[in-house]
Every structure is written in structure tokens, then in C-alpha cells.
């Protein structure tokens, strides 16, 4: 019997080829996939639990046999073959790139083989390199960032970041000492030691206004480590702020997006959700975003900043909310 590295690709074939040729017969089908009619039969057999969810009869792909001839139907859904659009190709293709150029991804040389089979897909390699070069340079600054930090970490040298800090929307100006560069979930970080907060710090290359390199070397203090990520980019720590926040069933989403320590129901149809932050000034925006689906509940301190951020924008939005409809954005139990 074939095996399951084989039948998948043939069963995916398979149901746009039966499209095609309604009323096709057994032997023929079978001569045409490389296998036995045994073996096609008992891939029709699994085609026929196959289909869309909720799995009732309108759902399933038809089967049906009629004599040697076998027809499918209600498949539109896969009607030809899976094939990546032009977007797709594109996409795939600039962050291959991307990985590519990070220090130690690809010693087996994997990445630079799937990129040189989708740029040949998508016609000639010079016309997908002119493509890709299009986007990196929409990308703007970030390529131009990670490129410069590739080198900082190769030369082991000191940089100077003007970095934009989105949680406070302020600019700041830091010297790094640069260990690593990292991608986490899409995205290109330079792990290193900062010497504005003396502590490791994690820097998205997407928010890096400018990148200087400097003559003096990097030299992290003995006390500076890279970050286990094992459990994610952002790790909370005890020493940062409680929150409470009471979230109705709209609003659950927040308890799943959002790193939690404990998630209750509030009798409500909604959660209580705890979790912690360094700094609550994202909590004091999503609160007004969500009016009247989350409030503060603790601390106290947060909820009333929250009141208050709410009365300010009542004040300069005149009939947009009442008091009551601000106070209620933070409350204090």
C-alpha cells in the first residue's frame, strides 16, 4: 500500500483530476496516479469523509460509483490544484531573504534552496529579485536597520539607536552593546546590552528611526544574558504592575491575546482577567478603545487614571460619553 508521504499529495490531486473527468473509469484514473484500483478505491473511501466543517451532508465531497466509473462532486472548493498567487510567491520570497541573511539560519543551505525554487516559479530569478527589491525598499528603514545591526554583531561594535518606544510614544536615544540578532514571529530584534537602562533589552528593527555605528567595541558586562524565549517575547515579571481588568464576552479576546496569570468568569458572560505589565499606559488606551466592553478593576490607582483620561476626552468631545459613562471606565471596588 502506498504510503502516507505519497497519498496526500495524490489525494489532493486527485479530487481536481475527478472534476475535470466526470464519469472517469477505475482502471483508467488508476494507471493514471500509479496505483492499484484497490488502492484508488480505498483513497475515494477517504475523500469521502473530506470536506468542509460541520461535516453534514452538503458538506462532505460526493462519491459516487456507477459501474467501473467513479464521479466526484460538491468539491468546488478544491476544484484545481493548491497554487500560490503572485502576492504569495512574493511574500514568501522576501521573508526567505530575510532568513537568510541572519547569522547561522541556514548552514544546511535549505533557505537559499526553497528560495531558488519560488523565484524560478515565478518566472525568471532577475525578475523575482527586481520584485523583492521593490518591497525591501517600501520597506524602508527597517531593512536599512537590520543590515546595519548584521554588521554590528559580526564586527562587535558598539551602536547608537534613536528608537522609537510605542508603549510611551516617545524617542529615545541609546547606546547598545549588540549580542544577537533574532526573528521572532516575523519580525527582526537585536537582543543587547543598553547602556541608557543597564539591563538587556530587545530592540524591533521596524522601530529603529537611525543606526550608527561606532568606533568603540561592544563589550556587554558579564552580568548581561541573552533571553531564554522558549516562553515567548514578552515574559512578565513579578515586579511589574497587577491589573484586573473585567472584560465582557466581546472583549475576551483581550484574555487570550494579552499574557494572563488567571482568567475567571464573571458571571456575566464575560472574564476577569489578571495580568501583569511594566507599564499600564497601553491598559489606559485599550480601556477607552473598549468603552463599555473592559474596566479597570485594580489597582485602584489605574482605574482612577483611567476615569480621568475618559473625563478629559468627554471634555473635548462634548456629547461622545456622559460622567457616568467615564467613571465607569475605571472602577474602584
Known sequence: MSGSADRLPRLLALVPYLQAHPGARLAEVAEVFGVTEK???SDLDLVFLCGLPGHGPGDLIDVSYEGDTVTVA??????????????EALALI???RTLAELPGIDRGGSVQQALAKLESATGSA??????VDVVLEAAGHGEQSLAVAREA???????HLTYHVPGRDETTERDVDPMRLLMVEGRS????????????RMFRLDRVLEIRLLDEPSAPPDEAQERDLTGGLFQPSAQDLLVTLDLTADAAWVAEYYPTESVQPNGSGGVLATLRTPDPRWVRRLALRLAGSLTVVAPTSLAAEVAADATRALQAYPGILDAEDAAALGRRD
Not at 460538491?74 to 502576492?87: C, E, F, H, V
Not at 532577475?126 to 520584485?131: P, R, S
Not at 537585536?190 to 543597564?198: H, K, N, P, S, V
Open 74 to 87: 460538491n468539491a468546488d472548493t478544491i476544484a484545481r490544484p493548491l497554487r500560490l498567487t503572485a502576492q
Open 94 to 96: 522576501v521573508a526567505l
Open 153 to 159: 554583531v559580526s564586527s562587535k561594535r558598539l551602536v
Open 189 to 200: 530584534y537585536l537582543e543587547g546590552w543598553c547602556r541608557r537602562a543597564e539591563a538587556v
Open 126 to 131: 532577475a525578475d523575482a529579485a527586481d520584485k
Open 39 to 41: 488502492q484508488l478505491r
